[in-house]
């Protein structure tokens, strides 16, 4: 699997159109597809986009989105396009093609449903004109990281965890990274975010904790606020990727710590590691936050070259996620 940082051939995308994502009044639907509409905009402008919609969602979807965003029609449950879509994977002759995954709601969750989803990594590799890779092992594209040289990340929580894999050995999870990623290191992180484990959360995806900026240097979610209980998960990594041999870069949490104020439990996982790096350009998490420009200027500098990007994700984190959730890259083939 090449690293997200070489260069692309479009990104792809689906666009929010049923369930909790749409809400239940017009104004969370068009909070929805404003911030998604959003994001595909501002990638556009770097590189080409495909959006999948559902059928007879066409019209509204092209109102809210630049001329140049493709759409393609095609049954969705949601719109978390880098757990529903396949992971791409360059073949030994440089040839694209895609994992098809096996999806089930991130785990079988109750509020889930996944039918169409399920199939959506095909409707892709189809579209795309690339091989699909099928693999019999639940997972879910923001459940990896990869630094393009043989490392990935996974979460025991994720891959071993309830609903997915549980049966499973851990070496029978890497045996089948390595065989469809390429890999040759598997490095286990023990949890993922506080928050990512309420209702509808994916129990701990590593997008959200821990990237690689560069085959070396990994990018941690630094929660420095000891009154959030993000604080010891970040330390954990932290110690973790140190002793892992990586070139640690801490990118401090935002200040904000609830969303909701009057509610002592709702703590934040607003997170900038769950950006999307694009050909030029870093997508950027934002939180209207004073920790945006901090963080901006983090990743100005462990990708020089890039344009930062901020565009405010605190819609998709209500709805339990960020910007790299949404979005899937197509390596160029090579």
Request: charged share 25%; aromatic share 8%; glycine share 8%.
């Amino acid at each position: 699997m090449p690293a997200e940082w070489e260069p692309h051939e479009r990104t792809w995308m689906a666009w929010p159109s049923a369930s909790y994502t749409l809400g239940q009044t017009q104004a969370e639907a068009d909070e929805a597809r404003a911030c998604w509409a959003s994001v595909a905009n501002a990638i556009v402008r770097f590189e080409p986009v495909t959006m999948i919609v559902s059928p007879g969602d066409e019209t509204i979807a092209r109102s809210w989105l630049d001329d140049r965003v493709d759409l393609i029609s095609a049954p969705l449950d949601d719109a978390w396009m880098r757990d529903i879509g396949p992971t791409f994977v360059r073949e030994s002759d440089g040839a694209i093609a895609g994992v098809n995954w096996v999806f089930n709601g991130w785990g079988a969750q109750s509020w889930a449903s996944w039918v169409d989803d399920a199939r959506i990594a095909r409707v892709i590799t189809e579209a795309a004109g690339t091989a699909t890779i099928d693999s019999p092992l639940i997972n879910e594209g923001g459940g990896i990281h990869v630094n393009g040289e043989g490392v990935v990340f996974v979460t025991e929580t994720v891959q071993l965890g309830e609903g997915r894999n549980a049966d499973w050995s851990r070496e029978q999870v890497e045996d089948e990274l390595n065989r469809t990623l390429g890999t040759t290191r598997t490095v286990w992180l023990k949890r993922g975010l506080t928050r990512d484990y309420d209702e509808f959360g994916t129990r701990g995806h590593v997008d959200i904790v821990a990237c690689f900026a560069d085959a070396e240097t990994v990018l941690v979610h630094d929660q420095r606020n000891p009154e959030h209980p993000d604080y010891e998960v970040s330390r954990e990594v932290i110690a973790q990727m140190e002793f892992e041999g990586f070139r640690v870069v801490t990118v401090p949490a935002p200040e904000t710590l609830r969303d909701d104020p009057s509610d002592p439990e709702s703590w934040v996982d607003y997170s900038y590691i769950n950006h999307y790096i694009v050909n030029g350009a870093v997508i950027l998490c934002a939180f209207n936050d004073p920790g945006d420009e901090r963080a901006a200027e983090i990743l100005r500098d462990v990708y020089p070259g890039r344009e930062i990007v901020l565009v405010d994700a605190r819609p998709l984190f209500a709805r339990g996620g960020g910007i790299h959730c949404i979005t899937q890259q197509q390596p160029l083939a090579g």
